[in-house]
């Protein structure tokens, strides 16, 4: 247990350091995604064919090829790219092309909740607030966003704890978050299962708080709401 | 940096040998899964505190690990234990696609269970007492009521988790596996082209994926036939 103090002795400060890069990489991504995402769900419900098709193929690329693949892809790619494209000079490190990586892919993930979400909101919905008189805006504000959240919440839960775990992929560029830390203590101390464990531990607490932090959040979203009895 | 087509035909077999071990870590990971899965899930489901507790730690633990770290347990953890190290476990041990198969095994299988579980009691509660009231004893409700009609419930979330690990296996190239990822990896850095080698194997990772997709859609549609 002292390989855990938090001193030079033992590896907890080393470890508490990854596991804010951890948090940070997450909650980064996640936020870029959201955005991302929002707007790539307005895309996909576009009537327009060209936008039709480039929601398609987005989705299909992003949500057929591994994240990590996309991780190593923008590490190796991005500077050269960007340079051609833009005659941009951008130095990429490990945890840009992470935060990049990561929310492209679950950009396409929040998409498609919220196109599920949006084409799940009954017809009727949207003729009541016609037939009140509501305008664009406030019709979307006031009746069809907050049935967003409720449909779209579960699904989004889900997007942001596999985000959070796929963060662990981004040490193999060199990141040196928390399970490159945990992976550094464990050859150096020869006590991998210690320092893994804790790792691991780590994680399952973050999605215990998001479990307990998406039962308030879903008790907002459906507040107003009749619990049916199952 | 541009696509090489001369290049991407000439990497064209390493990358198809890293494909076969991609697919060849899938089937195993499934049946064993599956093969673990099930019991945990009855002890899950079971009004045995004990057993309850002891699965839900499973899963639990299991799922909300990343996969990367479950595999460093088994690849880098397992080897240091003097039980493993000097005994007849060594020869499973010492392999790293072993070692790979086992840590995606208990990855998936920590989200098998939640499937399976939520399939188990998405079936109708009606359609069980239809069964009981006809007679039928709680064995033979399971097999010709609850599994038939959870198989339909569960397999598009079963689906989602198949793909998801699939694409999972990428990381098994850290642990020393030479799969599809780290062949295009490996190529990266022999070819001094970081584009063309992973552009490839994205392809690849996009069919494999597809391939799966396709059976899964097949399967729903067959056994849709009711509905």
Redesign the interface.
Known sequence: MELLNFDDTGYGDELLAGVFITIRLALLSFLLALILGVVLGFVALAKNRLLQAFWRTYASVFMGVPSILIVFFLYFNAPSLLKSAFNLRVDVTPFVAGVSALAIVYAAYIGEAVRGAVLNIPRGQWDVARALGLKNLSMWWLVILPQIWRIALPGVTNIWMTTLKDTALVSLVGLTDLVRMADIAAAATQEPFLFYVVAGLVFVVFSGLTMAGSVRLERWAFRGQQKTKG | ?EFNVELAWNILPSLLKGAGITLALIPPTMVLGMIISIPITMARLSSNRVLAGAAWSFT??F????????L??VY??LA?LSIVRDTFLWNIFSSAYTCAVIGLTLNHAGFLTEVLRGAIQAVPKGLLEAGYSLGLNRTKVFITITMPVGLRLGLSAYKNEVI?FT?????V??ITVIDL?RV??ET?SKSFD??TP??M??AL??LI??FILFCFNNAERKLAFHT
């Not at chain 2, 694409?167 to 990381?171: D, N, R, V, W």
């Open positions: 940096m639990t633990f799922r909300g690990a990343p996969a990367l770290i479950l460093y347990m880098n953890g240091t998801l694409k999972g296996t990428a990381a190239g850290a990822l295009a990896n990266v970081p584009l992973l552009v194997a994205a990772y996009w994926v597809q």
